[in-house]
């Protein structure tokens, strides 16, 4: 158990709808990071947040969007979606922001788009 | 255009025997490499990493080894044991210290027999 929880665990909708997937972070942890695995993709970094604001940005759709509230917990929302959105997200979180700081991942949400 | 990719998809050992993951890369101006597990249903793991001024680091059962002339990394493991089975990923990034270009290859599911 790597101590960065994700909800929910599994997660059916339509195309064209909008869901929010949650993390919480290790205790301690300031930096907060989203990732997409898919089958025909592999792992993709989405977007960082360190201490409630946005400090990397990766392969991430304008459709997505993320924030860190102030208890660091962080949101990734996806909107329109479309089947090819169908993938794991993974959370993970890293006590600094430098991104050579180990990451732990969480156990990882699975979008089903149907 | 630029990419990181494994060798093999695949590795099936022995029980005891070492193992060798390798990965290529193409982005000469990759600074800082990282190693992960992932086992089926868990998010990925850190395992080891790695900056280009460096071609060696040791962990504990695990080597990491950097050839920059040839654009290569490698993950060996000694004395592989039946929990090592996984999937293991490399990622590259531009600098240690930022997200923004983190690329994963493909993965390599290895496979330990009893």
């Known amino acids: 158990d790597s101590g960065v929880t994700q909800t929910p665990k599994h997660l059916i909708t339509a195309t064209g709808q909008r869901v929010t997937l949650r993390c919480s972070p290790r205790s301690g942890d300031l930096s907060v990071y989203w990732y997409q695995q898919s089958l025909d993709q592999g792992l993709q970094f989405l977007i960082q947040y360190y201490n409630g604001e946005e400090r990397a940005k990766g392969n991430i759709l304008e459709r997505f969007s993320a924030q860190q509230f102030p208890d660091l917990h962080s949101e990734l929302n996806l909107s329109s979606l479309e089947l090819g959105d169908s993938a794991l997200y993974f959370c993970?979180?890293?006590?600094?922001?430098?991104?050579?700081?180990?990451?732990?991942f969480g156990p990882g949400t699975r979008l089903t788009v149907l | 255009g630029e990419s990181v990719g494994l060798h093999l998809p695949t590795l099936s050992v022995q029980e005891g025997d070492n193992s060798i993951i390798n990965c290529a890369y193409s982005n000469s101006a990759s600074d800082y490499f990282i190693w992960y597990k992932q086992e089926s249903g868990k998010g990925p793991q850190f395992i080891i990493d790695i900056r280009s001024n460096m071609d060696k680091r040791q962990g504990q059962r695990v080597t990491v080894l950097l050839n920059k002339t040839v654009k290569h990394l490698s993950l060996q493991i000694a004395a592989t044991q039946p929990g090592d089975s996984a999937v293991y990923f490399c990622?590259?990034?531009?600098?240690?210290?930022?997200?923004?270009?983190?690329?994963f290859g493909a993965g390599t599911r290895l496979t330990v027999k009893p």
């Open positions: 990622a590259e990034m531009g600098s240690r210290s930022n997200n923004n270009d983190m690329r």
């Open positions: 993970a979180s890293s006590p600094r922001g430098g991104a050579g700081n180990e990451q732990f």
